[in-house]
């Protein structure tokens, strides 16, 4: 049976993963709009890929915590 934490990291990693494909299309949005030399649309492109990227780094932070937790109650229980 897996804990509920190990299947809050799992749920972590999907986000991750979700958010790193829509980066995909959206640096391919980017480029195609950099190809037809639109600036303003550029812009809200490098915007949204900076803020997708803070997004990954707050979910890696967040896994972090959870796994310091997740070793300190099985170091508690003497399961470690």
């Known amino acids: 049976m897996r804990s ?14 979700q958010i790193k494909r829509e980066e995909d299309k959206i640096k391919k949005s980017l480029k195609d709009a950099a190809k037809k030399n639109d600036k303003q649309v550029c812009t809200i492109y490098a915007k949204e890929i900076v803020r ?19 070793l ?3 170091q508690q229980m003497g399961e470690f």
């Open 4 to 17: 509920p934490m190990r299947k809050e990291g799992y749920a972590l990693d999907r986000q991750i993963r």
């Open 52 to 70: 997708s990227k803070k997004a990954i780094n707050r979910i890696y932070a967040s896994k972090a915590t959870l796994n310091s937790v997740q």
């Open 72 to 74: 300190q109650m099985s």
